[in-house]
């Protein structure tokens, strides 16, 4: 298993457009989560999914995201009319429901212009 | 509000010399304390879960405790590879979700050989 993989790794995108992540989890974890970073900050969480279902969503996650995890495998993570404030790493971390702390991925960084 | 800080904000150290790292939480009904490391570029890497007060957990040159309010992470001894940003993150009992982890802002170390 070679971990929570993310996909791309750096996006550039000019504001307005729509963006869309990829994330990967570890194959046998059944949770998946999505957290945003800035620079000097601490993770702050966006959404999570226990298998195919959504659970729970941060009030950060306005109309202009969305957050999908068909049949339970990977996830998708898209941001529509981004905006300079989106500019952020975006991190995928995945989890078995009765194990302590999440496996993480390295992140998309994304750069709103 | 529910919120976890962490201190010093950065923290610079000779290689050799002993310090701890302070995070303090302010949630009620704490179902776990965790420990992450992050190095520049990359996502979280877990290190401990804390449960209860009283609890002490140890890796190498880095020990973890809990008391009803903070943590600490104490290292000893450290080496240059020991640099990194040092994340507490806090789960606590929610009637929406009890899966919610919020994290600090992380503290930066720097150990100069």
């Known amino acids: 298993d070679t971990g929570v993989s993310q996909d791309p790794r750096h996006k550039i995108t000019k504001r307005g457009q729509n963006v869309t992540f990829r994330c990967d989890p570890i194959?046998?974890?059944?949770?998946l989560y999505w957290y945003r970073q800035t620079l000097g900050q601490g993770p702050e969480f966006l959404t999570y999914?226990?298998?195919?279902?959504?659970?729970?969503k941060s009030r950060l996650l306005s109309d202009r995201f969305s957050a999908e995890r068909p049949k339970g495998s990977f996830s998708t993570l898209e941001i529509q009319r981004t905006e300079q404030g989106d500019s952020a790493m975006y991190l995928c971390?995945?989890?078995?429901?009765?194990?302590?702390?999440?496996?993480f991925g390295s992140g998309t960084r994304l750069t709103v212009v | 509000e529910d919120q976890v800080t962490q201190s010093p904000e950065a923290l610079r150290l000779q290689e050799g010399e002993s310090s701890s790292l302070n995070c303090s939480y302010t949630?009620?009904?704490?179902?776990?304390l965790f420990w992450y490391r992050q190095d520049p570029g990359k996502g979280p890497e877990f290190l401990f879960t804390?449960?209860?007060a009283g609890e002490e957990k140890e890796k190498e040159r880095l020990k973890a405790t809990l008391t009803k309010k903070e943590s600490f992470l104490h290292i000893t001894a450290p080496k240059p590879e020991d640099s990194a940003t040092y994340l507490c993150?806090?789960?606590?009992?929610?009637?929406?979700?009890?899966?919610?982890?919020?994290f600090g802002p992380g503290t930066s170390l720097s150990v100069i050989p």
């Open positions: 971390a995945s989890s078995w429901t009765a194990s302590p702390g999440y496996t």
């Open positions: 194959s046998e974890h059944n949770r």
């Open positions: 999914f226990q298998n195919e279902a959504q659970l729970e």
């Open positions: 949630v009620s009904g704490l179902r776990g």
């Open positions: 804390l449960y209860s």
């Open positions: 993150a806090v789960q606590w009992e929610k009637k929406t979700s009890y899966d919610k982890v919020i």
